[in-house]
């Protein structure tokens, strides 16, 4: 099975974790569902993932309890707390979650830590298909420097594959569509895992059902572009991004580094969009419970750098609570056809606070993204050849609908402050 068909173009989806940590619960994933089934499916979203945590009981927040016990079945996995999904009692995990979200016509997503559970090791505990236990197959010494309930797995040590198999096997049991695998593309303590990315990989390929296989955190190091294009399909090119200006203007330079890299199947991922209400459960990135800190010029920057680079857009906010102006950055028809078939996303220019980014459509329209990341309304007066778009004859700036002001192949407008102007041309 090709793992590139799970995703042949970048997924879209709504992720927990923004809103409500690790303290989700099954009403909230439910609730957030049927939104996404009404208002966001008719243009192409469809992941709804549970964020990290779901085998904790006690979780409350963003901030982790440090060596909990967790909930785990006798072969050393871990399983849903009961307590915040009703329908998971019986041991039967995610399934009937899953279920229902398939029934909305959407598909189901689950986070995971990288390795086998501390008190699997702790008690030496079986793993399905192997006589290898728990402890004999941990990499005590492989440790995650923000989260206290895992060791790596030694991919060396016999039991290993089978220990990741035993675990898709029961995700393909549930009906999971998109696994993201965390404390995997970088580390603070270590390397990328490559030696757990490939034991992953062949796990989904082994269990039958197609997965999307996405990797966090980041920063992935692009060095290392082909084996994250080998074996996952989405990977994060930054640690975890919020709601504030220097990360998103930090995120020009990371797209530039990794232009030319997104292709069908594989898609370096700028994170979560921390749009809407976020922060309900939450006190990462500086905040608690609170509206987007994002301006909206801001927003807008966000989505249109994602788009044109063709990054997975993973909605981060409680879906309903949006307005109006935040449901309108999901369901631009246009934005999303660039995002989804377009190609050849480069950096075009990068001039002081002018950045300019350009893709191209196989059916001959050309886009351009024009951002001003300095703090004042900027003046632009762009040679169109300048930005390799030369004899174009008439565009559109796909945000407001209105038509660019075109004089002899110069593009003329003002850009606002943290602001873009994003144009499709015939």
Same mark, same amino acid.
Request: proline residues 6%; contains cysteine; charged residues 20%.
């Given at each position: 099975m090709n793992h590139k068909l799970a995703a042949p173009t970048p997924p879209l989806g709504w992720n927990s974790w923004d809103c409500y940590g690790a303290a989700v619960t099954e009403a909230e994933i439910c609730g957030n569902a049927e939104y996404m089934a009404e208002h966001l499916k008719d243009f192409g979203w469809s992941y709804i993932?549970?964020?990290?945590?779901?085998y904790e009981p006690g979780a409350v927040s963003s901030l982790y309890r440090p060596f909990v016990p967790l909930i785990m079945d006798e072969y050393s996995r871990l399983m849903p707390a009961e307590n915040r999904f009703p329908s998971t009692a019986g041991g039967q995990g995610f399934k009937p979650l899953a279920d229902y979200v398939h029934s909305l016509g959407l598909k189901f997503g689950i986070?995971?830590?990288?390795?086998?559970?501390?008190?699997?090791?702790?008690?030496?505990?079986?793993?399905?298909?192997?006589?290898?236990?728990?402890?004999?197959?941990?990499?005590?010494?492989?440790?995650?420097?923000?989260?206290?309930?895992?060791?790596?797995?030694?991919?060396?040590?016999?039991g290993a594959q089978e220990y990741y198999n035993s675990l898709f096997e029961l995700y393909a049991q549930w009906g999971v569509d998109l696994v993201k695998v965390d404390d995997i593309a970088a580390s603070r303590l270590y390397d990328t895992h490559q030696p757990e990315i490939a034991l992953i990989s062949q796990a989904i390929e082994n269990c039958g059902r197609p997965?999307?296989?996405?990797?966090?955190?980041?920063?992935?190091?692009?060095?290392?572009?082909?084996?994250?294009?080998?074996?996952?399909?989405?990977?994060?090119?930054?640690?975890?991004?919020?709601?504030?200006?220097?990360?998103?203007?930090?995120?020009?330079?990371?797209?530039?580094?990794?232009?030319? @890299?997104?292709?069908?199947?594989?898609? &370096?991922?700028?994170?979560? *969009?921390? +749009?809407?209400? !976020?922060?309900?459960?939450? %006190?990462?990135?500086?905040?608690?419970?609170?509206?987007?800190?994002?301006?909206?010029?801001?927003?807008?920057?966000?989505?249109?750098?994602?788009?044109?680079?063709?990054?997975?857009?993973?909605?981060g906010g409680e879906l309903r609570d949006n307005d109006d102006w935040t449901l309108s950055l999901l369901t631009n028809r246009e934005v999303l056809r660039m995002q989804r078939e377009s190609h050849g996303a480069r950096e075009a220019l990068c001039r002081d606070e002018l950045i300019v980014?350009?893709?191209?459509?196989?059916?001959?329209?050309?886009?351009?993204? @024009?951002?001003?990341?300095?703090?004042? &309304?900027?003046?632009?007066? *762009?040679? +169109?050849?300048? !930005?390799?778009?030369?004899? %174009?004859?008439?565009?559109?700036?796909?945000?407001?609908?209105?038509?660019?002001?075109?004089?002899?192949?110069?593009?003329q407008t003002t850009v606002p402050p943290h602001g873009v102007r994003l144009y499709s041309f015939s």
């Open positions: 993932t549970v964020d990290i945590q779901w986070h995971i830590m990288r390795g086998i559970p501390r008190q699997a090791a702790h008690a030496a505990t079986p793993v399905l298909g192997t006589s290898a236990t728990a402890r004999e197959i941990a990499h005590t010494n492989s440790i995650c420097p923000w989260n206290t309930d895992m060791y790596g797995v030694d991919a060396s040590k016999e997965m999307v296989l996405s990797l966090s955190p980041g920063p992935a190091p692009v060095e290392y572009a082909q084996h994250f294009i080998e074996h996952a399909n989405m990977w994060r090119i930054t640690d975890d991004f919020w709601d504030r200006w220097e990360l998103l203007l930090d995120m020009f330079s990371r797209c530039r580094s990794w232009q030319g @890299v997104p292709q069908a199947g594989s898609w &370096p991922d700028c994170d979560m *969009l921390p +749009l809407g209400h !976020i922060g309900v459960r939450s %006190v990462d990135g500086g905040g608690d419970d609170r509206w987007t800190r994002f301006t909206r010029d801001e927003q807008l920057t966000m989505m249109s750098l994602w788009s044109i680079f063709r990054s997975p857009l993973i909605f980014w350009t893709a191209a459509h196989d059916d001959g329209t050309r886009y351009a993204a @024009v951002f001003n990341t300095s703090n004042s &309304p900027l003046p632009v007066d *762009l040679s +169109l050849e300048e !930005i390799s778009l030369g004899g %174009v004859a008439a565009g559109t700036e796909l945000w407001s609908q209105t038509s660019a002001e075109l004089t002899g192949g110069v593009l």
